[in-house]
């Protein structure tokens, strides 16, 4: 069981350089999330998608863009790189909303130099 | 503002005895809990949850307890084992109210001393 996969494991990336974090799951669930974690802090949520073509934001958007054309599929994009985007990112998956438990993937460390 | 908050960053406990992790919430409109586990390099499990209909929800070891007067949950791991040195996090949602969102604790890194 795969459940959720995220590529790369690992990224550094230059300021003002883009990149796009890979999201899959084989669960078919509906609802996938990203979120960023600081080092000492919770999981604070970036975007979060409830269907194929439906996307929202979460907490802290800003730097950050999404798309979701399957549902498998959730990838993020970073445009423009700051250092205040060096953070582990995760991806996580449910079957519903309202906050059902989510299955999470390994999660990318990505910084930004 | 920290509507979910876990004020002990860090606790240590023998093995075999009792772990209890605390989680305080400000928003009076949270109606479901959650405990997450998360181990270095890995994400986030899911552990235990809790409606706020309850006030205690047992599986296995781990127990939850919801005080909705307090605002405060509490999980126990009983006994504790070597295996749940972890990051636990507490997580929030308003279900009722149609939120599709979790808030997040900072977390509390658990370790089991042999």
């Known amino acids: 069981n795969a459940g959720v996969t995220q590529t790369p494991k690992f990224r550094i990336l230059k300021i003002g350089q883009s990149m796009t974090l890979q999201c899959t799951q084989d669960?078919?669930?509906?609802?996938m999330y990203w979120y960023r974690q600081d080092p000492g802090m919770g999981l604070k949520l970036i975007y979060y998608s409830v269907g194929a073509g439906i996307t929202d934001k979460g907490e802290v958007p800003n730097g950050y863009n999404v798309s979701r054309s399957t549902t498998e599929d959730f990838p993020l994009r970073l445009e423009l790189a700051a250092p205040s985007q060096t953070s582990v990112y995760f991806c996580a998956s449910s079957p519903a909303g309202g906050g059902q438990p989510q299955h999470f993937g390994d999660g990318t460390r990505l910084s930004i130099l | 503002d920290q509507q979910v908050k876990q004020n002990s960053p860090s606790l240590s406990v023998q093995e075999g005895r009792i772990s209890i992790l605390n989680c305080d919430y400000t928003n009076s409109m949270f109606d479901y809990f959650l405990w997450y586990k998360k181990y270095p390099a890995e994400g986030p499990t899911f552990l235990i949850s809790?409606?706020?209909?309850?006030d205690k929800n047992e599986d296995g070891r781990f127990t939850v307890f919801l005080n909705k007067s307090a605002k405060h949950l509490s999980l126990h791991i009983v006994p504790s084992q070597p295996g749940d040195s972890a990051v636990y996090f507490c997580?929030?949602?308003?279900?009722?109210?149609?939120?599709?969102?979790?808030?997040f604790g900072t977390g509390t890194r658990l370790t089991i001393i042999p």
């Open positions: 997580a929030a949602s308003a279900r009722t109210f149609g939120n599709e969102k979790l808030t």
């Open positions: 809790i409606s706020s209909i309850k």
């Open positions: 669960m078919n669930h509906n609802y």
